[in-house]
């Protein structure tokens, strides 16, 4: 298969206030296009970062897989995917053994689908992400998981980190996305000294989309945006037992099934209410719509947050 590179980028001259790189007489065998573009990128992220300190993301294209991606969720009858972390078992001898669940494909992190039914402020259309997201309870296994600690009063609300797989079947496409990195738990004390690991941790996934409108973006708004987003019996839902508790263990009061939840500040359901942010570093795609001539592309994401590039090789199905 032919393949054909563009380079395109800042054209240095004797004006210019950035010197121009300086490129070796002789190239090693294994130096290529896409390690010059490679070098050009990061150059022109140098440059930017001088002029505009304040960019919200290195990135300057999106995912190359994000499009294709959403436009197969969309398809979707429901957004529902498999989402597997690690446990460590309690069993002797003590291992880390897999958990897996059914969960909710919410949308990607600050780029909240609209929802006219949705009570609470919105944030201005600030960022563009590929960065997948689900809502959760601080009470269920995989919120201690990822947070590799314990959850609730004697551990952090937001943090993370924990390895996640989360594979989609998107049968109108009859295609299977599978997705494998890190995922951050977003709490009530997002806006804290104690979430500023987190915050730095995702701010360079969330690429800056020009808009200006709005006032500034805030973390804790879009948690709340999360929780409105959801049906009030669904908000109800954090409002229930603690998940997996014996029948026979009396809830404390206030807490109950089948509640509806108005309130987006409802004080019990807001401290249960988490958001869990999927950072994705590698994405294998199986395109089956053809029974003659499957198709597979494997995305890996390559280097730092900083300086890294997402690379694509086409695979055997």
Request: a positive charge; aromatic letters at 8%; hydrophobic letters at 35%.
């Amino acid at each position: 298969m032919n393949r054909a590179w563009t380079l395109r980028g800042r054209q240095w001259g004797t004006t210019s206030p950035h010197p121009a790189p300086t490129w070796p007489s002789r190239l090693p065998p294994s130096f290529n296009l896409m390690t010059i573009s490679n070098i050009a990128s990061q150059r022109t992220r140098q440059i930017l970062k001088h002029l505009h300190p304040t960019v919200g993301s290195p990135m300057s294209a999106d995912a190359p897989w994000r499009a294709t991606f959403l436009s197969h969720v969309q398809q979707m009858d429901s957004p529902t995917f498999v989402l597997s972390t690690l446990h460590p078992s309690d069993s002797p001898p003590a291992s880390i053994v897999p958990r897996a669940r059914t969960v909710v494909f919410r949308g990607m992190w600050a780029s909240l689908p609209v929802n006219p039914k949705n009570p609470a402020a919105l944030n201005p259309d600030t960022y563009r992400t590929h960065l997948p997201s689900i809502t959760t309870d601080a009470r269920m296994d995989k919120t201690p998981e990822l947070l590799k600690t314990p959850s609730g009063p004697e551990g952090p609300q937001s943090g993370g980190g924990g390895p996640v797989e989360g594979v989609f079947w998107a049968a109108e496409a009859q295609t299977q996305w599978r997705l494998r990195g890190r995922a951050y738990v977003i709490g009530p004390d997002i806006d804290s000294e104690a979430a500023a690991p987190l915050r730095d941790a995702l701010a360079p996934y969330m690429r800056r989309t020009g808009a200006t409108a709005g006032g500034p973006w805030s973390w804790s708004r879009e948690l709340t945006a999360h929780f409105g987003n959801l049906s009030p019996l669904m908000r109800g839902t954090f409002r229930n037992p603690p998940p997996g508790t014996p029948l026979g263990r009396k809830p404390e009061k206030g807490l109950g099934l089948g509640q509806r939840v108005e309130d987006v500040e409802d004080e019990v359901a807001r401290r249960n209410f988490r958001v869990v942010v999927i950072v994705p570093e590698e994405v294998d795609r199986v395109d089956l719509s053809d029974p003659e001539r499957g198709q597979r592309w494997n995305y890996k994401f390559v280097g730092t947050d900083d300086t890294g590039e997402w690379t694509v090789t086409e695979l055997w199905p």
